[in-house]
């Protein structure tokens, strides 16, 4: 039997980009030190703060409110669960319940927002009427939107200065190659561990940004934690292409996912010096913040006759 590189005991992972083997024990505090390493790093928690974690109930999300949770004994803030029930049937219903069960599990407050409710339209609907109009966008692209915008409001209307997203070190770097490949700097200037407060705009911070994505898998399971583990029927498209093309990478040259990560930090600040920092308006038609006349939720939403 394979043993841990640090106590001896039975391996359980290899954690190949770094040359060693790790034992349940090992490989779970590892995670939860890079954990808290990155939000001392980053300074991503303060004391008094009230962060509202996205919760969709799959893996990521349910690490990281548990991983909050816990912090919660290190530092003093509050912590509010919020779920965005996008109207995809037969997958999210599912996600909803867990997600309810880890909130209960914590004692941590649990808030529902609905795509239909807010937008008068579940994502399931939307996407048909995009294949009506004809607009050529996926489904991950105004699921991605509209979520984004309910997420920022949710959060601000229950009184949070943060949110806290369960991205990790995979969604990072194939957020980044995205960003690349559709040459759009300004969405990737915007990408990092933390995306400071603007006005109507709650503070955006990523605890997990440097956790692989198989190592926040492992851990949900070797913590026994209940997650969600079906595939969105909608999933699909370039963001797809990205993932395998960089899984591949990193099979073949280990660390490349870190490499690519640690390279967008070092050339972040060049970016920032061609930058020029937009001032948030007020949407003219649902009044949430934006950098435009019109956010990007209703432009999307008024295409669709909506
Ligand atoms: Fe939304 Fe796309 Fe994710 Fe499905 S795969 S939940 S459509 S972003
Ligand atoms: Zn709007």
């Known amino acids: 039997?394979?043993?841990?590189?640090?106590?001896?005991?039975?391996?359980?992972?290899?954690?190949?980009?770094?040359?060693?083997?790790?034992?349940?024990?090992?490989?779970?505090?590892?995670?939860?030190?890079?954990?808290?390493?990155?939000?001392?790093?980053?300074?991503?928690?303060?004391?008094?703060?009230?962060?509202?974690?996205?919760?969709?109930?799959?893996k990521d999300s349910t690490v990281n409110l548990h991983l909050l949770a816990d912090?919660?004994?290190?530092?003093?803030?509050?912590?509010?669960?919020?779920?965005?029930?996008?109207?995809?049937?037969?997958?999210?219903?599912?996600?909803?319940?867990?997600?309810?069960?880890?909130?209960?599990?914590?004692?941590?407050?649990?808030?529902?927002?609905?795509?239909?409710e807010a937008f008068g339209a579940t994502l399931d609907k939307i996407v048909k009427l995009a294949k009506k109009h004809k607009t050529g966008l996926s489904a991950c692209t105004y699921c991605g939107v509209l979520r984004r915008s309910l997420l920022n409001k949710t959060a601000r209307e229950l009184g949070a200065n943060k949110l806290a997203t369960g991205h990790n070190l995979d969604d990072e770097v194939q957020a980044i190659m995205l960003?690349?490949?559709?040459?759009?700097?300004?969405?990737?200037?915007?990408?990092?561990?933390?995306?400071?407060?603007?006005?109507?705009?709650?503070?955006?911070?990523?605890?997990?940004?440097?956790?692989?994505?198989?190592?926040?898998?492992?851990?949900a399971l070797l913590r026994g934690l209940k997650i969600h583990l079906a595939v969105c029927p909608h999933a699909g498209g370039i963001h797809m292409e990205i993932r395998d093309f960089i899984n591949n990478l990193e099979a073949n040259h280990p660390n490349s996912k870190f490499m690519i990560l640690r390279m967008f930090e070092s050339i972040k600040p060049k970016i920032a010096q061609s930058m020029i920092e937009f001032k948030p308006m007020k949407c003219e038609m649902c009044g949430e913040p934006t950098s435009s006349r019109i956010c990007k939720a209703c432009e999307l939403l008024r295409e669709l006759g909506l």
């Open 71 to 116: 912090y919660r004994r290190h530092k003093d803030f509050d912590l509010v669960a919020v779920t965005i029930d996008e109207g995809i049937k037969g997958y999210r219903d599912e996600s909803l319940k867990i997600a309810e069960e880890n909130a209960k599990l914590l004692g941590v407050e649990h808030k529902v927002a609905s795509f239909e």
């Open 179 to 219: 960003n690349y490949i559709r040459a759009d700097l300004a969405r990737l200037y915007r990408l990092g561990p933390i995306y400071e407060e603007r006005e109507g705009f709650v503070s955006r911070v990523k605890p997990l940004r440097e956790i692989p994505e198989k190592e926040v898998a492992v851990y």
């Open 1 to 58: 039997m394979l043993k841990c590189t640090f106590c001896g005991r039975g391996a359980v992972y290899d954690r190949r980009y770094a040359g060693v083997l790790l034992c349940d024990r090992c490989f779970m505090k590892s995670v939860e030190k890079r954990f808290r390493k990155a939000v001392a790093k980053y300074n991503l928690i303060s004391p008094g703060d009230k962060i509202a974690a996205a919760l969709s109930g799959g």
